[in-house]
């Protein structure tokens, strides 16, 4: 069998309001978890309890995404603003160190 080689380049991922959409998401799960809570009986009579706990785990598994994200922005705005401080310190004469972090 031959080894899959990409025809084409992968393409930069997208970039958008990831915090914004998760949290979005996030708070649709609760919500459609709360609107099911009572008709808890009815999904118990029909065994389709797996409904609403479907619903809260994708709530749980939503918050623990925001935690992600969040974190992941945070990041991101850290490096961007230490290679900001970096490209603009070059010219100004400092401590004498002039080796990179780690």
């Given at each position: 069998?031959?080894k899959?080689?990409?025809?084409?380049e992968?393409p930069?991922?997208?970039?958008?309001?990831?915090?914004a959409?998760v949290?979005?998401?996030?708070?649709?799960?609760?919500?459609?978890?709360?609107?099911?809570?009572?008709?808890?009986?009815?999904?118990?009579d029909?065994?389709?309890?797996?409904w609403?706990?479907?619903?809260?785990?994708?709530?749980?598994?939503g918050?623990?995404?925001?935690?992600y994200?969040?974190?992941?922005?945070?990041?991101?705005?850290?490096?961007?603003a230490e290679r900001?401080?970096?490209?603009?310190?070059?010219?100004?004469?400092?401590?004498?160190?002039?080796?990179?972090?780690?």
């Amino acid at each position: 069998m031959a080894k899959w080689t990409a025809k084409h380049e992968a393409p930069e991922p997208l970039e958008g309001p990831v915090v914004a959409t998760v949290t979005g998401g996030t708070i649709l799960w609760f919500a459609l978890f709360l609107v099911q809570l009572p008709f808890y009986g009815w999904f118990a009579d029909r065994d389709l309890l797996w409904w609403v706990w479907c619903c809260a785990a994708g709530g749980v598994l939503g918050l623990i995404g925001l935690w992600y994200v969040r974190g992941r922005d945070a990041a991101l705005k850290r490096h961007a603003a230490e290679r900001a401080a970096a490209g603009s310190g070059s010219g100004s004469s400092g401590s004498g160190s002039a080796s990179p972090a780690p």
